[in-house]
């Protein structure tokens, strides 16, 4: 990484960005030290300005940030670092220091669904014994699609009577054996959103 820490007085902006569900955490500074200190032990260290030292993020509440990747903008003046947060990121106690409003949550959300079906299609480029998605790929496709058959009427079963506390985690199963249903029959969720961006035109 070449950053130039010279444009603002040896410090550039690191925003930090959830790895899984790509929602927005923070922003931080660092300087030369912060970063080399992040890259060696893997969790975000930022240069306290108030302070005026090294701050390890979570070094008092414990709600680390656990590096997944570092990158520099295209003027190298600013880093974009995707983590795993060990808790919530805010002192106020929130998941993210601009707050939990229903976009972000959204947003978290359907990131979420597409890293779910990154590790599917991971078991299904390399197997896993102890794997579940890869019990129902050896099973086969008619296997997969009578679980998504089964996890289908019980969600509406719920949906009707009224349980929607039960539908959420049958409404979460159905989800899943779609998604390994897609991959087992050679397409992505992708394809299906696309049909769907095309009726949305007419």
């Not at 550039?12 to 959830?18: F, K």
């Not at 030290?33 to 240069?47: H, M, N, P, Y």
């Not at 300005?49 to 520099?72: A, C, D, Q």
């Not at 959204?106 to 079906?117: C, G, P």
Request: net charge negative.
């Amino acid at each position: 990484m070449n950053i130039d820490f010279d444009k603002m007085s040896g410090l550039v902006p690191a925003v930090i960005q959830d790895g899984q569900t790509g929602q927005v955490l923070m922003l931080g500074y660092m300087n030369w030290e912060a970063l080399d200190k992040t890259q060696k032990e893997g969790l975000v260290t930022f240069f306290s300005r108030s302070k005026n030292r090294l701050w390890t993020k979570g070094e008092t509440s414990g709600n680390t940030l656990h590096v997944l990747s570092i990158m520099e903008d295209c003027d190298n003046d600013s880093l974009l670092i995707k983590v795993k947060p060990n808790g919530p990121t805010c002192h106020t106690g929130d998941t993210s220091c601009f707050g939990e409003d229903d976009t972000a949550k959204r947003m978290a959300a359907i990131q979420f669904i597409a890293r779910l079906e990154e590790v599917i299609q991971e078991r299904k480029a390399k197997p896993s014994e102890a794997s579940y998605t890869n019990f129902l790929f050896n099973k086969g496709v008619n296997k997969i699609a009578q679980k998504v058959g089964e996890e289908a009427v019980e969600t509406v079963i719920d949906a009707v009577a009224g349980k929607t506390d039960t539908m959420k985690g049958e409404a979460a199963d159905l989800l899943y054996h779609l998604l390994v249903l897609l991959a087992a029959t050679g397409m992505q969720l992708s394809d299906v959103v696309a049909v769907l961006q095309e009726r949305h035109k007419k």
